[in-house]
């Protein structure tokens, strides 16, 4: 199961922390990415961490804005959000990933809406 959280309405330039809570005990295993859907787009991968933290990789819109990280002891994924744009607005979803490919079922997402 996968909890989202931390999302908001903030003004553009503003930050959000998202919190992702995943239960199993092969979290500390699997690789985790942050994805988001926009009004009227597809769902589209925002970043990945590796098992170990070690390996990040961003989507080109959001590279040097934002951070994913983790903390395996509390199974939870975390994405630092700065500098943010109108157009990051979105339902922002976790997931377990496989080369970026999303592995379970969705949780309910979080909300962010960036104004301008």
């Known amino acids: 199961q996968l909890v989202e959280s931390g999302g908001g309405l903030v003004q553009a330039g503003g930050s959000l922390r998202l919190s992702c809570a995943a239960s199993?005990?092969?979290?500390?295993?699997?690789?985790m990415g942050w994805f988001r859907q926009g009004p009227g787009k597809e769902r589209e991968l925002v970043a990945t961490?590796?098992?170990?933290?070690?390996?990040?990789y961003y989507a080109d819109s959001v590279k040097a804005r934002f951070t994913i990280s983790r903390d395996n002891a509390k199974n939870t994924v975390y994405l630092q959000m700065n500098s943010l744009k109108p157009e990051d607005t979105a339902v922002y979803y976790c997931?377990?990933?496989?080369?970026?490919?999303?592995?379970?079922?969705w949780g309910q997402g979080t909300q962010v809406t960036v104004s301008s």
């Open positions: 997931n377990r990933v496989v080369g970026g490919r999303p592995m379970q079922n």
């Open positions: 199993g005990r092969t979290f500390s295993s699997a690789g």
């Open positions: 961490i590796s098992w170990s933290g070690g390996t990040t």
